[in-house]
């Protein structure tokens, strides 16, 4: 590769810069989060795919909130911080729930179908919930909400969806170190969009695992680049993994939503007994962790290879007439692979699910670095503990991002320092392109790692094992030719790479580096606590200890504990 760059003129200029605030990631976070802004703000919503490529429009079981009596805001609170197993921050927990009923009412006036009973919305019981409080759209409530949402977005004139573009990397003011933009892969080339504030709202890291429900894009990216940049990570550890995940060959880890054990389906093993109930007096309808986990050992005491067996989930106990009114889409997901739910078992297996840990970031999503903002699955607002109530995912995207409507107070403020000139832009002949089958390879090594080091059970000796491992692949990676473009670009100039199969490669890579920082961070975050709790369960520290009731916090190489508590929360972030 010629390294030696020359003048190019800006092939881009129809995208403005700087804009007011910078969105990245289009699921529901993302686009709520963009719809909150007020409306006279230039707002840029940044979407490493298309506005559809999330992990929201995937979420089937539905939307929780206490809105019918008898159930009340205080007994979902209640719900939550059980779920949760002492981790929640009850304030953050008492503001979700008291804000539920607005966020529902908000969807509905915007259109959102949400099944009805009558003139009511129709609500369902899920696991873990005291009353049936979950809303749905069908199966496809995730879908349902960013359709309207997406809809809204592309109606507004302040908002500028800037597509096929990854984030790389945070642009920090050299004195005060504010967030002042982000440094964007984009049309072939490396760019920098300068905002008064950056909102990352880029989903989980499910990747990272070699059996996940996420989609391709959910690489860790916003959390990997907050905390590269020196913002305060937290939880890491915490990873729910789904129970039931469809698990036929060369179909992908399609997940069966948790109202399917709701509304009546049987967990069974190969001999059809409902074994959860040796597990937990609740059955197939215990949290989500102890379901997993249950389906883990018992599989490790009955298969002759565990790795590749699965349980089987009978709905043949709901009536078939709901079963085509609640679940159409699994249903035809179902016949796409050969199984017709309403006469077979459908082999089911635990996979990752959704990431309890983030960035950490206070009611007002405001992170340890000034002007950078988290939300959704990026960011940690102290709603889930150590394991996620189910269906809380798409409530805390609203509750939270409705928050930024109130971001003027902070774009406001005093900004030190002289803003830094726009970038030159310059050209990189970079024929030819290396291969990526080193990076394919590389990934798929490390899900499966992950998958055997980090995932339902384990333990410090392989924990420690496999932080050695990813340190070496990482190395490996920045020492490809093409890295320093991605780990230390220089904010004075925009590159233009000249072949088309770059970008593609640079992404990759990208998409490879953010995954071992994550790894990295789950791994170190795993070995640190020595107690089994909520979503991270140690075979070695099988016990929950009253000592450990404290966040995992991580800044730069630093791992320290953490109490609970919002007030602690919000030291953390004004230090």
Known sequence: MNQTPTPASDPAGDIPNPFDVLVVGSGAAGLYASLCLPSHLRVGLVTKDNLESGSSPWAQGGIAAAIYPPDTPNLHLEDTLKAGAGLCDR???????????????FLVNLGVDFDRKGEKLAT????????????????TTGRAIVDVLMATVLERPNIQVISQA?????????????????SLLCDNQIRWMRAKAVVLATGGGGQVFAKTTNPEVST??????????GAAVRDLEFVQFHPTALMKPGAPHF??????????????????????????PSGELAPRDVVSRAIYLHLQNTAENPAEANVYLDMRPIAPD????????IIQVCQHWGIDVFNELMPVAPAAHYWMGGVACDVMNRTSISGLYAIGETASTGVHGANRLASNSLLECLVFASQLSKIESDLNKEMNGTAEPSPETVEIDDRPVPSGDRIASLRQDLAALMWDSAGICRTREVLEAAIATVEGWRKEVENLEISPYLLAPNPQKTVRFTSPETGKYLKSVAELLNLLDIAHLILKSAAFRTESRGGHYRLDYRETREDWQVHTVVKGDRCTSVPTGMRYQEEMIRS
């Open 91 to 105: 304030e953050a927990v008492q503001f979700l729930v008291d804000h539920a009923a607005e966020a529902i009412a």
């Open 124 to 139: 369902t019981l899920e696991a873990a919930h005291s009353f049936p409080r979950v809303l749905h759209s069908r199966d």
């Open 166 to 182: 990854i984030a790389l990397s945070l642009w920090l003011h050299p004195e005060t170190g504010r967030c002042q933009g982000i």
């Open 220 to 229: 860790g990216d916003g959390i990997a680049i907050a905390w590269r940049a």
């Open 255 to 280: 997940l069966i939503s948790e109202a399917v054990r709701g509304e009546g389906a049987h967990l069974v093993d190969r001999e059809g007994r409902r074994f959860a109930f040796d597990y937990h």
């Open 322 to 329: 709901k079963i085509r009114r609640r679940f159409p889409n």
